[in-house]
């Protein structure tokens, strides 16, 4: 399986995000063994934004069995915080975000094989 984090993040931040995300990378490198029938590719945006407030979006692309998900993270939240505590909150959001995903086009063993993954990976 594919997988991918990227983001839009401010440009005074940019560093630490980049950082943060290259460390979760890593560590989610065994997912790339994981095969299912309705998700090929799992990516996750992330926005560190100072003015702009994003209402998450997701999406499953069922022609490309792409999993796309959006992951807001408060600026000064980001800021504030130690390196340490935004690699935690980077992780913690990626899980969030898994909880909350459904659809009706994914299979459920599918969603939970790579949800349990990245869960054990991570946490």
Known sequence: MKYFIGG?????????FRIQRNKIL???????????????????????????KIAPITKYIKKSMR???EIPIDYNI??????????KLIKKSIIDV????ENKNIEKDSLHVIYSKIKELLE
């Open 8 to 16: 839009e993040i401010e440009s005074d931040v940019y560093d630490r």
């Open 78 to 87: 980001f800021l504030k915080n130690t390196d340490d505590d935004n690699f």
């Open 67 to 69: 999993l796309e998900l």
């Open 26 to 52: 890593d560590f989610l490198k065994p997912i790339e063994e994981i095969k299912t029938s309705s998700i090929n590719e799992i990516s996750f945006t992330v926005y560190v934004l100072k003015k702009t």
């Open 98 to 101: 898994m909880v909350k995903y």
